[in-house]
């Protein structure tokens, strides 16, 4: 078995925090961090500090797509990424002390052609039955949202356990080749069924939906409610615990990439769903990826509920 992550639309994410954002005038930041990211890179480092190995794939482009494949080299992360013109993006996310405001600047990415899409759906042809595949995040200019339709058919074919983590309507198509989980959040179990959603029974609702298409697993991701994961073993709840939130944009693929260790490691769900809570809070409570060291503490303030 070996597992591999798939971030069509790498990313160095520029992390920035001031005191004041003013227009018109030089703002003095007080502190700043770049890292390597895009969600499937995420994963994979998430992965590497539970004792996960994982292949990245994806797209990467010029100087700045360089700098992710090198650090992921530096954290001993095999990265087998497709080469392509232009430049990996990057994004700008500021935390505003004084108003305690979020501003998150995302990229396009570069212009991807049909021949590097074709390489990357050769190189997961070539996954063998039992593998693992992660496909996470926004695409790139040039790649079809169907795109993702293709990939769940291969991974059916070939018996490769598909997670995807991703917006687009076309996780609906996917449905019908059984995807082993899908991690949606509220705004996304809206858009693909088009309904206003916002209550617990909501999410419930929907979630099952999913079950009876084709997903075998759900992990809905809410943001400072928790997390709801339903399978063919029930439905099971967590709360988050409390914290200063610092920056969300990494805590969703925290959550991901630790319940999915979890599961390698056969750990119970209830377990499994409190320690994944537990570490995406701490990535939200912190500029970057959590390191683990406060996750202990941090689940003595999660409870864990089976709906009867």
Same mark, same amino acid.
């Given at each position: 078995? %070996?597992?591999?992550?798939?971030?069509?639309?790498l990313?160095?994410?520029?992390?920035? *925090?001031?005191?004041?954002?003013?227009?018109?005038?030089?703002?003095?930041?007080?502190?700043?961090?770049?890292?390597?990211?895009?969600?499937? /890179?995420?994963?994979?480092?998430?992965?590497?500090?539970?004792?996960?190995?994982?292949?990245a &794939?994806? +797209?990467?482009a010029?100087f700045?797509?360089?700098?992710? =494949?090198?650090?992921?080299?530096?954290?001993?992360i095999? @990265?087998?990424?497709?080469? /392509?013109?232009?430049?990996?993006?990057?994004?700008?996310?500021t935390?505003?002390?004084?108003?305690? *405001?979020?501003?998150?600047?995302?990229n396009?990415?570069p212009?991807?052609?049909? =021949?590097?899409?074709?390489?990357?759906?050769?190189?997961?042809?070539?996954?063998?039955?039992?593998? $693992?595949?992660?496909?996470?995040?926004?695409?790139?200019?040039? /790649?079809?949202?169907?795109v993702?339709?293709?990939? %769940?058919?291969?991974? $059916?074919e070939?018996?490769?356990h598909?997670?995807?983590?991703?917006?687009y309507?076309?996780?609906m198509?996917?449905?019908?080749?059984?995807?082993?989980?899908?991690?949606p959040?509220?705004e996304?179990? @809206? &858009?693909?069924?088009g309904?206003?959603? *916002?209550?617990?029974?909501? $999410?419930? !609702?929907?979630?099952?939906?999913?079950?009876?298409?084709?997903?075998?697993?759900?992990?809905?991701?809410?943001?400072? *409610?928790?997390?709801?994961?339903?399978?063919?073993?029930? /439905? +099971?709840?967590?709360?988050?615990?409390?914290?200063?939130?610092?920056?969300?944009?990494?805590?969703?693929?925290?959550?991901?990439?630790?319940?999915?260790?979890?599961?390698?490691k056969?750990k119970?769900?209830?377990?499994?769903?409190?320690?994944?809570?537990?570490?995406?809070?701490?990535?939200? !409570?912190?500029?970057?990826?959590?390191?683990?060291s406060?996750?202990?503490? &941090?689940?003595?303030?999660?409870?864990?509920?089976?709906?009867?």
């Amino acid at each position: 078995m %070996a597992f591999y992550t798939c971030t069509l639309n790498l990313a160095i994410d520029l992390f920035i *925090e001031t005191d004041e954002l003013k227009p018109f005038v030089v703002n003095r930041t007080k502190d700043d961090d770049i890292q390597a990211n895009g969600k499937g /890179v995420n994963v994979s480092l998430i992965l590497k500090m539970l004792g996960i190995d994982s292949t990245a &794939l994806g +797209f990467q482009a010029g100087f700045t797509g360089n700098y992710i =494949e090198d650090f992921l080299q530096e954290k001993q992360i095999n @990265a087998d990424f497709v080469e /392509v013109p232009g430049f990996t993006r990057i994004n700008v996310f500021t935390q505003v002390n004084q108003t305690k *405001e979020e501003y998150k600047l995302v990229n396009k990415g570069p212009r991807i052609s049909k =021949e590097a899409i074709q390489k990357l759906l050769d190189q997961i042809r070539n996954l063998q039955a039992g593998d $693992y595949l992660c496909v996470s995040g926004s695409f790139p200019q040039g /790649v079809s949202s169907s795109v993702l339709v293709d990939i %769940a058919k291969v991974c $059916y074919e070939r018996k490769v356990h598909l997670i995807i983590d991703s917006s687009y309507l076309d996780v609906m198509d996917c449905l019908t080749y059984q995807p082993f989980l899908l991690k949606p959040n509220e705004e996304e179990l @809206a &858009l693909w069924f088009g309904k206003k959603i *916002e209550t617990q029974e909501d $999410y419930i !609702f929907y979630g099952k939906e999913l079950l009876k298409q084709g997903a075998e697993n759900v992990l809905i991701s809410l943001g400072s *409610e928790g997390a709801i994961l339903l399978n063919k073993e029930g /439905v +099971f709840g967590g709360n988050t615990p409390e914290g200063k939130v610092v920056n969300t944009a990494c805590s969703g693929d925290t959550l991901l990439g630790t319940f999915l260790a979890g599961i390698l490691k056969e750990k119970t769900i209830e377990d499994n769903l409190k320690l994944s809570l537990a570490a995406g809070s701490s990535t939200a !409570f912190r500029k970057g990826l959590t390191d683990f060291s406060d996750v202990d503490d &941090l689940q003595r303030q999660i409870t864990i509920q089976k709906e009867e």
